[in-house]
């Protein structure tokens, strides 16, 4: 019913940028939180940063500063601008978001496949 899109993810070296995109398309009403996380091998699952439909946002500390979440309402689609990019940044980001559907009461998560960034010379 909902399907969510991530694109971006690439090889850079330490102190370059990325955006990621992601797109969601389906039978939406309307969206919640839009977030982004990433997942690095042998590591957990991490919230990198989130974006909620009001303006609000969030961040990690470690990419404070750093990544800038932003959020196109019109189009169900939240970016994630990395700058300053580091090794330890190394992993594979997902998009997820909080979901009303057409018919239907109440959010749901929805999540994406995810990209791999990977940071290093």
């Known amino acids: 019913q909902v399907q969510l899109v991530e694109s971006g993810g690439d090889l850079v070296q330490p102190g370059g940028s990325l955006r990621l995109s992601c797109a969601a398309s389906?039978?939406?009403?309307?969206?919640?939180?839009m977030a982004w996380h990433r997942q690095a091998p042998g590591k957990q699952r991490e919230l990198v940063a989130a974006a909620i439909r009001d303006g609000r946002t969030n961040y990690a500390d470690s990419v404070k500063g750093r990544f800038t979440i932003s959020r196109d309402n019109a189009k169900n689609t939240v970016y994630l601008q990395m700058n300053g990019l580091k090794p330890e940044d190394t992993a594979v980001y997902y998009c997820n978001a909080e979901v009303r559907i057409v018919g239907r009461n109440g959010y749901y998560a929805y999540w994406g496949q995810g990209t791999q960034v990977t940071v290093s010379s």
């Open positions: 389906g039978s939406i009403f309307s969206i919640n939180t």
